[in-house]
């Protein structure tokens, strides 16, 4: 498939008229009707249906233009690439991955310090759930990506290299103004009857196992669609919230912290492809745990597990 004839298809979906998209790209409308009418043949389904006001993508169509979209700015970035490289040797770009809490604070230190010993690098910033990064850096979308062991796990792969950063404590988020707000670390049991919100599944079996051990149920009533969200719903007071100790560097001026006796905590880990490996991860992976290193206790613990695994 060309991406020219992908891009007509993207133009179309965005203009929402086949004549618009015909002037936009300089082409004749029996032009861009036919390179609609090829792409549906080439992928057997329908992408386009009329409507009163021009054209629209079908649910088929719709999940093509959102790959199609992806693709194409994928392409760009690579002819972009391509000619500031000029006749220089290639520079790879490097590409992190990092989940939202970490994304926030940790990464971007080390990537600072990373960049103040290196010099100059091109790298970039993806954030996503451990299980979703895993797989990116299996596929060699990412050079090194930091994930944590909160349920479900990581999974034991031979294909990449995994290293220890340390144990991140999870602490409970709270609106400033309520009663445990200042308070030292306190008890699963006072906090029992408290409305909780949680925004992944990890986050929500470290909650329901810590409160099992303290011998309580707590009731997580509100769902939140990302981290963002999650501390939204706290600092309006509509619940309280499980959240790593990493993010309290991060946290809104809205959103205070409150540690727990004996807390759940998730293990730090970075891994690597063990092929081909790029040649800034080690020295990103020895700013990470530095990075990581210079959190308070009880945020982080470090140094408990060996340094190198690649079981779970």
């Given amino acids: 498939m060309e991406l020219t004839v992908w891009r007509t298809f993207v133009t179309v979906c965005r203009l929402g008229s086949l004549s618009a998209a015909a002037a936009e790209l300089h082409h004749t409308q029996s032009a861009v009707s036919r390179q609609i009418a090829g792409l549906e043949r080439q992928l057997g389904v329908p992408l386009m249906e009329r409507h ?41 770009p490097l590409t992190v991955g990092a989940t939202p809490s970490l994304a926030a604070g940790v990464v971007p230190e080390a990537i600072r310090g990373l960049l103040e010993q290196t010099g100059s690098i091109r790298w970039s910033l993806r954030p996503g759930l451990s299980a979703q990064l895993h797989q990116r850096v299996i596929a060699g979308d990412l050079d090194i990506a930091v994930v944590t062991d909160a349920p479900p796990g990581l999974p034991h792969d031979l294909r990449v290299e995994r290293w220890f950063l340390g144990l991140d404590d999870m602490v409970v988020a709270l609106p400033v103004d309520h009663p445990q707000a200042g308070s030292g670390p306190v008890h699963m049991r006072r906090l029992a009857d408290e409305i909780w919100v949680e925004d992944n599944d990890g986050s929500a079996a470290l909650l329901r196992q810590h409160a099992a051990r303290a011998g309580v149920s707590v009731r997580i009533d509100l769902t939140a669609a ?8 706290v600092a309006t007071g509509h619940a309280i919230a ?14 205070t912290t409150v540690g727990l006796v004996d807390p759940p905590t998730r293990g730090i880990y970075t891994i690597t492809p063990r092929r081909a490996p790029h040649p800034c991860a080690a020295p990103l992976r020895d700013r990470l745990a530095a990075a990581f290193a210079a959190f308070p206790e009880p945020v982080r613990r470090g140094g408990s597990r060996p340094g190198l695994s690649v079981g779970p």
């Avoid at 719709?62 to 006749?87: P, Q």
């Avoid at 990302?226 to 719903?233: F, H, N, R, V």
């Avoid at 499980?242 to 959103?255: E, K, Q, S």
Wanted: glycine residues 10%; hydrophobic residues 45%; aromatic residues 4%.
């Fill in 52 to 92: 009163a006001r021009g054209v629209r993508p079908t649910p088929a169509g719709e999940v093509f233009r959102h790959h199609a979209v992806a693709t194409l700015n994928e392409a760009d970035r690579a002819v972009r690439a391509a000619r500031d490289a000029g006749g220089r040797a290639y520079n790879r």
């Fill in 226 to 233: 990302d981290l963002l969200g999650k501390l939204a719903l």
């Fill in 242 to 255: 499980l959240i790593p100790g990493v993010l309290t560097c991060a946290l809104r001026t809205d959103v």
